[in-house]
């Protein structure tokens, strides 16, 4: 028991806490800059920590669930949240996360040896592999609109409703409308989008890349709904993630602290940089950001194979592949958040010239310059 259990939960001194800490703020500032989905950084972040792929999703939706609920309890104020909507969606996305957790669970704890070494590899594989595959093609999806809206003076039309109004003529019974986000939809489009909602949070830890885009995109739900909608429903879902990983022994509540503590500071500083930034320019720093983590864990892959003995290398080159996708993440999260800091500053700074500026119109006669 002791064994497995060492195999799992990592040392946490003051330098890994620290490193915990700043993929918090990063992954903060990533989500109040693009949104729930910006978590996405933590898992692979953790698993290059040397936490192990379940654990750090444990960790990461659990994490999820707290921000949400702070996050979801605003956009309700605004009235961007439709419950109803997120209550059907829930329903099927709970089934989505038990069928990750089962999965992941099963690589880690049935496919390994009597320490748990091969299973811990198929775990951390199976998980890489979908986080790959679906962030390459949001990605490319989110590089191909930033680099295609504005071109033509399009800029401001708003995302494309082409499928959900072919949806809309299909009419697959039964159909309901969500009066908040003044949308009709089928009950089997609504319960293949939660299975995939819950599967990807099971699964890497963050949903909020299928949802989001699904409720714009499919259901026609305006982008702030959506946006409200989905981390209401990621709230419910985190918090039954977190259970389901936790009743399997596989939450380490110690990371997800740490996370809170720099994800908390880090999202205010998100949510200042959206509201100063160009929308284009967020979908293109977006896009980057996710385009390098892909990379980041497209080349962890190697050592999981290795040690899954499906390809054969010299052992000593893991240390460089693992060096390789820390840089390649080091990169794109602290590259982002410098970004992001950068327009912050300037934006700050423009203001503070605007304001002196309108001072200095008003008192004329003093003299004074402030």
């Known amino acids: 028991m002791h064994e497995l259990l060492a195999l799992k939960y990592i040392d946490i001194n003051l330098a890994t806490a620290l490193q915990v800490v700043l993929l918090g703020f990063i992954?903060?500032?990533?989500?109040?800059?693009?949104?729930?989905?910006?978590?996405?950084?933590?898992?692979?972040?953790?698993?290059?920590?040397?936490?192990?792929?379940v654990v750090a999703v444990a960790s990461n939706i659990t994490h999820k669930f707290g921000k949400a609920m702070v996050g979801s309890r605003s956009h309700g104020a605004a009235g961007n949240v439709d419950r109803r909507l997120a209550a059907f969606l829930l329903v099927?996305?709970?089934?989505?996360?038990?069928?990750?957790?089962?999965?992941?669970?099963h690589l880690f704890k049935g496919s390994g040896d009597s320490h748990g070494a091969g299973g811990s590899a198929a775990a951390n594989l199976y998980i890489s592999l979908v986080f790959v595959l679906i962030l390459s093609v949001v990605a490319v999806s989110m590089l191909k609109d930033a680099l295609?809206?504005?071109?033509?003076?399009d800029e401001g039309s708003g995302p494309s409703r082409r499928i959900s109004d072919f949806l809309s003529r299909l009419n697959l019974p039964p159909v309901i409308y969500f009066r908040v986000a003044d949308a009709k939809v089928s009950l089997w489009v609504l319960m293949l989008v939660g299975i995939a909602t819950g599967y990807l949070a099971g699964t890497i830890g963050v949903g909020g890349f299928i949802g989001v885009p699904?409720?714009?995109?499919?259901?026609?739900?305006?982008?702030?709904?959506?946006?409200?909608t989905e981390l209401y429903l990621a709230m419910f879902m985190g918090a039954y993630g977190a259970l389901s990983y936790a009743y399997q022994g596989l939450l380490d509540i110690r990371l997800t602290m740490l996370l809170y503590l720099g994800s908390l500071i880090g999202i205010h500083l998100g949510v200042y940089g959206v509201k100063v930034v160009n929308e284009r320019y967020i979908r293109f720093t977006t896009s980057l950001i996710i385009l390098l983590c892909v990379v980041s864990r497209g080349i962890a892959m190697p050592v999981y194979l290795r040690q899954l003995q499906?390809?054969?290398?010299?052992?000593?080159?893991?240390?460089y592949f693992n060096m390789a996708s820390k840089a390649f993440l080091f990169i794109s999260g602290?590259?982002?958040?410098?970004?992001?800091?950068?327009?912050?500053?300037?934006?700050?700074?423009?203001?503070?010239?605007?304001q002196k500026t309108l001072l200095v119109v008003r008192e004329p006669a003093t003299g004074q310059v402030l």
Do not use: C
């Open 148 to 153: 295609g809206s504005g071109t033509n003076g």
């Open 27 to 53: 992954g903060g500032t990533l989500s109040g800059f693009i949104g729930s989905g910006g978590a996405f950084f933590m898992t692979p972040g953790m698993m290059n920590l040397g936490v192990e792929g």
């Open 334 to 354: 602290s590259g982002g958040a410098i970004v992001i800091l950068y327009h912050v500053i300037r934006a700050f700074k423009r203001r503070r010239n605007i």
């Open 310 to 319: 499906v390809i054969s290398f010299d052992p000593a080159w893991d240390f």
């Open 214 to 228: 699904a409720m714009i995109y499919i259901f026609g739900v305006p982008t702030a709904v959506a946006a409200g």
């Open 92 to 105: 099927t996305a709970i089934a989505g996360i038990q069928l990750a957790v089962w999965i992941n669970v």
